[in-house]
């Protein structure tokens, strides 16, 4: 398994054909297209309000750990990592879950804009710790994370 | 406090976003064809740009979550960034995986910033 063909998949799905079953309902009347779009959409649409939510739960204060942001990035990360090992290498459940569940769900519930932002606030406001560690913390910890994700996917029987 | 009309608006605008990543990351990827996760990296620093602008700018509060937090942040994606520099490592790319990471760390750490002087500059 190399990297083209999984990063093909990641943003093609090429092997969805294949490894899909008949979709059901409204989704059957779309192109393959249509129900892709469709599918990122939901998708995206519940990734968005999740971490718009919690954003909100748990406003970031200036010069304070971006919680909300943290979280988001490192479940999305582990979620992502599982959902698309899950997918590539033992089961499909649905030509669309790849969709639904990654690019739209994961996708939107991680942002890299709001990360960047904060912690060029951090520096912005002279609070040169958190500007690196922020950082540091989020891409060491959202690396083990999705490795994790990998591992648990490969190694899992009945999840 | 946010009204409903707004989160409908976070909402549409989270999953507009989303769609518009999967078609930027797919039209690069299909035009360059590389191991480097280039398509994310486009993404990823065009909506680190746009909320730079947006929070440079000062706009409303109702505005930056519905632009902000739906539109950008439904655009750019940490996860996929993580999972694509795991299969950079699992696949014994070690250099690409360090230069994902630390180019779009800094890129991206650049652009916003940049994105916020000229959002504060055009107000």
């Given at each position: 398994m190399n990297t083209r063909s999984l990063r093909a998949r990641l943003s093609s799905g090429e092997t969805d054909e294949t490894l899909g079953q008949p979709a059901a309902g409204?989704?059957?009347?779309?192109?393959v297209g249509q129900a892709r779009v469709a599918a990122i959409m939901a998708g995206g649409a519940i990734g968005t309000l999740a971490r718009a939510g919690l954003a909100e739960v748990l406003p970031h204060r200036a010069g304070q750990w971006p919680w909300a942001t943290f979280v988001v990035n490192l479940a999305g990360a582990f979620i992502l990592g599982w959902l698309l090992t899950r997918l590539a290498e033992r089961s499909a459940p649905s030509r669309h879950w790849r969709f639904f569940a990654g690019t739209g769900f994961c996708g939107a519930l991680t942002t890299f804009s709001t990360f960047q932002i904060e912690t060029f606030e951090f520096a912005r406001d002279g609070h040169i710790g958190l500007a690196i560690g922020y950082p540091v913390a989020s891409i060491a910890a959202g690396m083990a994370l999705a490795v994790a994700g990998v591992l648990i996917a490969r190694w899992g029987r009945h999840w | 406090m946010v009204g409903v009309l707004t989160w409908f608006g976070v909402a549409f605008f989270g999953a507009i976003g989303a769609v518009a990543r999967f078609r930027l990351d797919s039209a690069v990827s299909a035009r360059?064809?590389?191991?480097?996760?280039l398509g994310t990296l486009v993404v990823n620093l065009t909506g680190s740009f746009a909320l730079g602008v947006l929070v440079g700018a000062s706009v409303t509060h109702r505005i930056a979550f519905v632009l902000g937090t739906g539109f950008a942040g439904g655009y750019t994606t940490f996860s996929t960034w993580m999972v694509e520099s795991e299969r950079l490592g699992e696949t014994g790319e070690v250099v690409s995986l360090l230069r994902n990471l630390w180019l779009s760390m800094l890129s991206g750490f650049g652009i916003a910033a940049a994105g916020f002087y000229v959002g504060q500059a055009i107000t």
């Amino acid at each position: 398994m190399n990297t083209r063909s999984l990063r093909a998949r990641l943003s093609s799905g090429e092997t969805d054909e294949t490894l899909g079953q008949p979709a059901a309902g409204v989704l059957s009347r779309l192109s393959v297209g249509q129900a892709r779009v469709a599918a990122i959409m939901a998708g995206g649409a519940i990734g968005t309000l999740a971490r718009a939510g919690l954003a909100e739960v748990l406003p970031h204060r200036a010069g304070q750990w971006p919680w909300a942001t943290f979280v988001v990035n490192l479940a999305g990360a582990f979620i992502l990592g599982w959902l698309l090992t899950r997918l590539a290498e033992r089961s499909a459940p649905s030509r669309h879950w790849r969709f639904f569940a990654g690019t739209g769900f994961c996708g939107a519930l991680t942002t890299f804009s709001t990360f960047q932002i904060e912690t060029f606030e951090f520096a912005r406001d002279g609070h040169i710790g958190l500007a690196i560690g922020y950082p540091v913390a989020s891409i060491a910890a959202g690396m083990a994370l999705a490795v994790a994700g990998v591992l648990i996917a490969r190694w899992g029987r009945h999840w | 406090m946010v009204g409903v009309l707004t989160w409908f608006g976070v909402a549409f605008f989270g999953a507009i976003g989303a769609v518009a990543r999967f078609r930027l990351d797919s039209a690069v990827s299909a035009r360059l064809p590389s191991d480097f996760p280039l398509g994310t990296l486009v993404v990823n620093l065009t909506g680190s740009f746009a909320l730079g602008v947006l929070v440079g700018a000062s706009v409303t509060h109702r505005i930056a979550f519905v632009l902000g937090t739906g539109f950008a942040g439904g655009y750019t994606t940490f996860s996929t960034w993580m999972v694509e520099s795991e299969r950079l490592g699992e696949t014994g790319e070690v250099v690409s995986l360090l230069r994902n990471l630390w180019l779009s760390m800094l890129s991206g750490f650049g652009i916003a910033a940049a994105g916020f002087y000229v959002g504060q500059a055009i107000t």
